[in-house]
């Protein structure tokens, strides 16, 4: 088998469930009990805490553990709204291919009378500042933008974005879960004021993320119970996972510099292998992207079919995001770029890992090539389109 899906969710690390294990079966302790057995997982939760801060340039009061990115982009998103309303301040700035943890709860929000403006986003998947700048107004409370794309691993300008708000009575908060351990961040040096991460895209398990906060920003509750994060998040901490954690963030961020530019190498040969299949394009630009992520769409094809095919030659690759892979709506991501509909339902995500080897790079190409003939072959829509009752969208 060949994962090609690291961007919906990576292997657990072997560092990071040994890291786990003694919370499981011997520092098992309440860390909110006064006893010292439970302080003993007290203290493992500040460490790592402050091992969590450390890769991120923050301090260690500014964290706080969530259940992942989701949840904590529900709360920073919730915090700055509330925070502006009490100001008068009713306006929030995004784009239109967030996260959809980030857009259902703009939706919530505009029903409780916030307004919205959602960013154009360019062809090549990217955002500018001057964009944000010009839609900035005397009620606007909050950025939020993502570190990232999901889908098609564009990197948007966040430091320059950050820069650009500096000095404006604005909160910035961008969603980092597809960045964080793949790029290098400092939110104090790219002046980010919230920022949501996931253990699960970096090896770590599954079901606990972090929200970053700068000091001063008083978060609203979204979980209501005891007092524990320091009264910001109801519930006991889920130490095992937070130990996992901490040792996967440390790992990923400290291979940063040698694993990048083999990864990168790798994701440059499948574009262009993938390229040459006619009538199909990349997603986004090619170098302001992450290092591990492909997406291409191919004309005349279903995505769903496609990953279907590949499955059965041992692939496993995605045509969107995870949370949304159910559905079949063509992706909000590529209909912001501007893909149109008939083109958008037929794409391949395709996200590398430190495991990827260049055969199986290479595999990928020609599994790729394959199906890809083969559902052609087989659709009345490629049929149209090689006849000439229908116009091809992309250049062969």
Same mark, same amino acid.
């Given at each position: 088998?060949?994962?090609?899906?690291?961007?919906?969710?990576?292997?657990?690390?072997?560092?990071?469930? =040994?890291?786990?294990?003694?919370?499981?079966?011997?520092?098992?302790?309440?860390? +909110?009990?006064?006893?010292?057995?439970?302080?003993?997982?007290?203290?493992?939760?500040?460490?790592?805490?402050?091992? #969590?801060?450390?890769?991120?340039?923050?301090? &260690?009061? =500014?964290?706080? %553990?969530? +259940?992942?990115?989701?949840?904590?982009?529900?709360?920073?998103?919730?915090?700055?709204?509330?925070?502006?309303?009490? *100001?008068?301040?009713?306006?929030?700035?995004?784009?239109?291919?967030?996260?959809?943890?980030?857009?259902?709860?703009?939706?919530?929000?505009?029903?409780?009378? %916030? =307004?919205?403006?959602?960013?154009?986003?360019? +062809?090549?998947?990217?955002?500018?500042?001057?964009? #944000?700048?010009?839609?900035?107004?005397?009620?606007?409370?909050?950025?939020?933008?993502? !570190?990232?794309?999901?889908?098609?691993?564009?990197?948007?300008?966040?430091?320059?974005?950050?820069?650009?708000?500096?000095?404006?009575?604005?909160?910035?908060?961008?969603?980092?879960?597809? &960045?964080?351990?793949?790029? *290098?961040?400092?939110?104090?040096?790219?002046?980010?004021?919230?920022?949501?991460?996931?253990?699960? *895209?970096?090896?770590?398990?599954?079901?606990?993320?972090?929200? !970053?906060?700068?000091?001063?920003?008083?978060?609203?509750?979204?979980?209501?119970?005891? &007092?524990?994060?320091?009264?910001?998040?109801?519930?006991?901490?889920?130490?095992?996972?937070?130990?996992?954690?901490?040792?996967?963030?440390?790992?990923?961020?400290? $291979?940063?510099?040698?694993?990048?530019?083999?990864?990168?190498?790798?994701?440059?040969?499948?574009?262009? $292998?993938?390229?040459?299949?006619?009538?199909?394009?990349?997603? $986004?630009?090619?170098?302001?992207?992450?290092?591990?992520?492909?997406?291409?769409? %191919?004309?005349?094809?279903?995505?769903?079919?496609?990953?279907?095919?590949?499955?059965?030659?041992?692939?496993?690759?995605?045509? $969107?995001?995870?949370?949304? +892979?159910?559905?079949?709506?063509?992706?909000?991501?590529?209909?912001?770029?501007?893909?149109?509909?008939?083109?958008?339902?037929?794409?391949?995500?395709?996200?590398?890992?430190?495991?990827?080897?260049?055969?199986?790079?290479?595999?990928?190409?020609?599994?790729?090539?394959? #199906? #890809?003939? !083969?559902?052609?072959?087989?659709?009345?829509?490629?049929?149209?389109?090689?006849?000439?009752?229908?116009?091809?969208?992309?250049?062969?």
């Amino acid at each position: 088998m060949i994962y090609a899906d690291n961007a919906a969710t990576t292997k657990m690390s072997s560092a990071a469930i =040994e890291a786990m294990l003694p919370y499981m079966s011997e520092v098992y302790g309440n860390p +909110s009990s006064l006893y010292s057995f439970g302080q003993k997982a007290k203290e493992a939760l500040e460490d790592a805490r402050s091992r #969590v801060a450390a890769c991120i340039g923050c301090e &260690a009061k =500014e964290i706080t %553990f969530t +259940s992942g990115g989701s949840e904590a982009d529900n709360q920073a998103i919730i915090t700055a709204a509330r925070l502006g309303a009490l *100001k008068g301040k009713k306006h929030i700035i995004s784009t239109a291919f967030e996260h959809h943890a980030v857009l259902h709860t703009l939706d919530k929000l505009k029903k409780e009378g %916030f =307004e919205v403006t959602l960013l154009d986003v360019h +062809s090549d998947g990217l955002i500018t500042p001057s964009q #944000v700048l010009g839609n900035l107004r005397e009620d606007t409370c909050l950025v939020t933008i993502m !570190y990232a794309n999901n889908e098609i691993g564009t990197i948007e300008p966040i430091k320059e974005i950050g820069e650009a708000l500096k000095d404006k009575d604005v909160l910035f908060h961008t969603d980092a879960v597809q &960045a964080a351990g793949h790029l *290098k961040i400092n939110v104090k040096e790219q002046n980010i004021d919230m920022l949501s991460l996931s253990a699960h *895209k970096f090896h770590g398990p599954k079901g606990i993320g972090v929200l !970053y906060a700068r000091k001063g920003i008083k978060l609203e509750n979204i979980i209501s119970g005891g &007092a524990q994060e320091r009264g910001k998040r109801a519930g006991t901490e889920n130490i095992p996972a937070i130990m996992g954690m901490a040792k996967a963030l440390e790992d990923a961020v400290s $291979g940063i510099e040698d694993n990048t530019p083999r990864i990168t190498a790798l994701r440059d040969r499948l574009i262009e $292998g993938l390229d040459k299949i006619p009538y199909g394009e990349l997603n $986004g630009s090619r170098t302001q992207r992450l290092p591990s992520n492909v997406n291409f769409c %191919f004309e005349g094809i279903e995505g769903e079919s496609l990953l279907l095919l590949l499955d059965d030659k041992g692939i496993c690759a995605s045509s $969107g995001s995870a949370c949304t +892979s159910g559905s079949l709506d063509p992706s909000h991501v590529l209909l912001a770029i501007g893909r149109p509909h008939e083109v958008a339902h037929g794409s391949l995500r395709l996200s590398l890992g430190e495991d990827t080897t260049e055969e199986d790079i290479d595999y990928i190409i020609s599994a790729v090539t394959d #199906v #890809v003939t !083969y559902l052609r072959n087989m659709s009345p829509f490629w049929r149209d389109l090689t006849e000439g009752k229908r116009q091809h969208v992309f250049a062969e």
